[in-house]
């Protein structure tokens, strides 16, 4: 899988994920459906390729599922971040919301990769 396609892929795993908790939280004030779009691609088209290239860097070091698991925490975070800005939320709702379209992103690029075999 090339990198701009798993790129494509998380954004399609991930944003309505974000479009869903954002539309449906009743946090208040709720971003537009364009909104919460907007910043999921955003966010995405951002993080991933540093996300990319530190698995690729860490594979070799750590082992895959260690470098999984410290490269998709920095993912969260940075992500957490960004959606706090964008969508004006609380750092404990943008860190929720970018935990769960961040999981659903892994564990559909899991299931990819089993289903090629690759596991």
Do not use: C, D
């Amino acid at each position: 899988m090339t990198q701009w396609v798993a790129t494509g892929l998380s954004i399609l795993f991930e944003a309505p994920w974000v479009v869903g908790i954002g539309r449906a939280s009743g946090w208040g004030v709720q971003p537009s459906y364009s909104r919460l779009i907007m910043s999921a691609v955003i966010v995405t088209l951002l993080s991933h390729p540093v996300a990319w290239a530190s698995m690729v860097a860490l594979i070799p070091k750590l082992g895959y599922w260690p470098a999984v698991g410290l490269v998709e925490v920095g993912v969260v975070l940075f992500e957490g971040s960004l959606y706090r800005m964008l969508l004006k939320m609380s750092w404990g709702r943008s860190m929720g919301m970018s935990l769960v379209a961040n999981t659903t992103s892994v564990v559909g690029g899991l299931l990819i990769y089993a289903a090629e075999g690759r596991f």
